[in-house]
């Protein structure tokens, strides 16, 4: 297995999913954005896009469904809520939940605010989108547990939700993180395979 990741990236999820779960894997930091700052990378992800997961002959792409595949590949682990739960069904929507609804205007408001030249920056529509995360975010913590996303326990549906309130943190959206969601990330978040991803990222040993 091998992991392509960018630092700060929604790569980020299956790279604290690979730590949660102690698996073994290639992991490769690169500089963003990867398909023009890497070269051959358009080969290995036609997309051009992070992540990028290989499995033998397989590649994903898509950092949800590569935490839910972890899971039940190299499982079986807590960390997947399984067929059989009774809230399998709110696990799944979580996972599309945390891309869909809130990773997506976070990414309208990064490309307009920081990725794009000056002159092709959108305030208004960044605006408006940090608006719509905001609002999302706010309702999506009316469905999270009184712990954890769901179930009574972390998985990877905390990894996926989580990943998008770090990410808000990252490029000036803290102000639309409500106390109640900045609490349940700063509870998930203190867990060693977390620490140990964010030590992967920072390319330094775990401890120092």
């Known amino acids: 297995m091998k992991l392509y990741h960018c630092a700060g990236a929604r790569s980020f999820r299956p790279l604290w999913a690979l730590e949660e779960m102690g698996l073994d894997y290639d992991f490769e930091l690169m500089p963003f954005p990867p398909r023009f700052a890497r070269e051959g990378y358009l080969e290995i992800n036609p997309l051009g896009t992070v992540p990028a997961f290989t499995d033998g002959d397989l590649l994903m792409t898509e950092s949800s469904a590569i935490c ?24 799944l929507n979580f996972l599309h939940m945390s891309d869909a609804t809130l990773t997506f205007p976070q990414t309208i408001v990064l490309r307009y605010t920081m990725l794009e030249a000056a002159e092709r920056r959108l305030p208004q529509a960044a605006a408006d989108y940090a608006q719509w995360f905001a609002s999302r975010l706010r309702g999506a913590m009316k469905l999270v547990g009184p712990e954890y996303a769901c179930a009574g326990r972390f998985t990877m549906a905390d990894i996926a939700v989580g990943y ?45």
Do not use: W
């Not at 079986?76 to 009774?86: A, H, M, S, W, Y």
């Not at 106390?179 to 390319?203: H, P």
């Open 164 to 208: 998008a309130i770090k990410l808000a943190g990252l490029i000036g959206l803290q102000d639309a993180v409500p106390e109640n969601a900045a609490a349940y990330f700063a509870r998930i978040s203190d867990r060693d395979g977390y620490r140990r991803a964010m030590a992967r990222e920072e390319g330094r040993s775990i401890g120092t």
């Open 68 to 91: 839910h595949y972890l899971g039940t590949k190299y499982g079986p682990t807590d960390l997947v809520v399984g067929i059989d739960e009774p809230e399998y069904g709110r696990y």
